[in-house]
């Protein structure tokens, strides 16, 4: 991996101070930094990307939301509705809106116009990247101007979740994205605490406040988030005072230096990315069940927490990420062992090994996965061919069929079914009309996925999770790996207005109550 020299990092710190405006300046201006080198999208419904989804929480709000500083889906509260009402049967949801908040700009008040419109759109692949997310949805009709009801073809277990100030959830302007069109990625209109000013590609992202926000103006005078790829100079521009808040790097010793500093306040935040190695059933030799079970074996996902450090990156056991409720470790249990797996190859008909096309993001902590991974197969013969590319390209190509492996990390609402159907339903393998991110091509536990959102009682529908979970990893239709947690670091100055244990949409949440001393 290439490392930047001191004089490098120091040159391109000041290179992106040169971007520090007079607002920027000011003492009540947030300045904040991610590891990401652009915004690819400020559209909320596509918004994927670990540059992009900050913004979402800033810029947008959903009809319930996750209290800031948390990541438990039992505390969800009341954000664009007062008050919501469920049928007894769990089918049909009524949401009551708070009259009187209003869009960014001069784009109006919040209806129910705009909420059908968005969960609608939220609910298309052609304008949504979480659209598996709604397949239970079977109607979304305005009763009145602030009376939306939502019917669904069957209990959702999940269903709050989806309309939480968090991915698809996110309320947009129907009359702006209907006028702005493809503009509105770049233009985006939310009833969030902020609003955007400016993007300056590979630059940065202003934000100024939404004066008009409905539980009170905020009281920064805006957000300035620089976009600083490079770890070293993310560190030095905080450490030169250029910065109040930084995306960590997810590694123990990052955390363990920081903290000797004594300058800067380290945050490890749940949910984190759960990073879980794909393998595409659909590309030779990996159709072979005896070759996707000999990578399993000789994948040592301990060394990978090592590196990363068990503060930061705890151990995966499941599919389903840890503390997912539904999750169960003990359908399981696979020991790391190459000569075994060499054994397995050669009977596979591989005992010379094969070479596999494998595309990575150049982000730090997917290229360290992948070139750790990349050695551990080069031992029993399996050769990576390694393709890094930058971030957009990465997400374009593995949705392509272009990557015999897909690494890919995801924070999502923290329930087995969003895993399961969103990473090994069958509708959502790419190229489908629903189709996002299972990307093993996995169909063997679609009935079961889909028999537990129909489960009569908590306990049935524990148990179809569980099966699931077995048939997919005897499958080996991919390797849990790790969860690789949020570590940011902040100044002293920065008071949140919020006790932080998590953040669902990957930083954390800057709101009408969050000041600088």
């Known amino acids: 991996m290439r490392r930047l020299s001191i004089v490098s990092a120091l040159a391109i710190t000041l290179s992106c101070g040169l971007y520090v405006t007079e607002s920027a300046a000011q003492q009540n201006v947030l300045r904040i930094s991610t590891s990401g080198a652009d ?27 996750f209290p800031p500083g948390s990541s438990d889906p039992s505390k969800l509260e009341p954000d664009l509705a007062e008050k919501w009402e469920t049928s007894a049967d769990g089918k049909v949801w009524t949401f009551y809106l708070r009259k009187g908040v209003k869009f960014h700009g ?17 609910a298309r692949s052609s304008s949504s990247s979480f659209a598996a997310n709604y397949a239970g949805v079977e109607s979304i009709e305005k009763i009145d101007p602030y009376v939306v009801r939502v019917t669904l073809k069957y209990p959702d277990t999940n269903f709050l979740g989806n309309v939480s100030n968090y991915h698809g959830g996110n309320i947009v302007s129907k009359r702006a994205a209907e006028e702005l069109k493809e503009k509105f ?18 630059q940065h992202v202003k934000l100024a406040p939404h004066k008009d926000y409905f539980r009170g103006a905020p009281k920064l005078d805006g957000i300035f988030y620089r976009l600083i790829p490079s770890d070293s100079a993310r560190d030095l521009a905080f450490a030169s ?22 300058q800067m306040v380290v945050d490890i935040l749940r949910p984190g990315e759960f990073r879980t190695l794909h393998l595409n059933k659909t590309i030779a030799p990996l159709d072979d069940i005896r070759v996707r079970k000999a990578i399993e074996l000789a994948i040592d996902s301990d060394s ?20 997912y409720l539904g999750e169960d470790c003990s359908t399981r249990a696979v020991k790391f062992d190459p000569q075994k797996a060499k054994a397995m190859l050669a009977e596979a008909g591989h005992a010379n090994g094969f070479t596999l ?29 390694l393709q890094v590319v930058d971030n957009a390209t990465y997400h374009s190509r593995i949705r392509k069929n272009a990557s015999a492996m ?20 069958s509708d959502a393998i790419p190229g489908k009309p629903t189709g996002v991110t299972n990307f093993s091509h996995c169909s063997v536990a679609d009935a079961e996925i889909v028999a537990a959102r129909l489960a009569p009682n908590a306990e049935a529908q524990k148990a179809l999770w569980s099966t699931a979970q077995k048939k997919i990893h005897d499958d080996v239709c991919a390797i849990p790996l790790f969860e690789l ?25 800057i709101t009408e109550l969050t000041t600088l001393k």
């Open 241 to 262: 005072g250029e910065l109040d808040i930084v995306a960590g790097k997810r590694e123990q010793r990052w955390v363990n230096t920081a903290r000797k500093r004594g």
């Open 304 to 323: 990978i927490v090592r590196f990363f450090g068990e503060d930061v990156a705890p151990k995966g056991c499941s599919v389903v990420p840890n503390g």
């Open 357 to 385: 096309q494998v595309v990575s993001a150049n982000s730090a902590s997917q290229l360290a996965i992948m070139e750790i991974i990349q050695a551990q197969l080069g031992r029993i013969g399996v050769k990576i061919d």
């Open 406 to 425: 897909v690494m890919y990390g995801a924070a999502r609402f923290p329930i087995a079914d969003t895993y399961l159907s969103e990473f090994y339903h």
């Open 185 to 202: 990625s770049t233009n985006p209109v939310g009833t969030g605490p902020f609003r955007l000013e400016e993007h300056l590609t590979q």
């Open 485 to 509: 947690l949020l570590t940011w670091g902040r100044s002293e100055r920065v008071n949140y207005g919020y006790e932080l244990k998590g953040a669902m949409n990957l930083a954390p949440p």
């Open 39 to 65: 915004v690819s999208t400020m559209d909320p419904h596509r918004a994927t990307s670990t540059s992009d989804k900050p913004l979402m929480g800033w810029l947008f709000s959903g009809l319930v939301r």
């Open 106 to 122: 001069n784009w109006g008040e919040v209806t129910a116009d705009d909420v059908v419109f968005s969960l609608q759109r939220a």
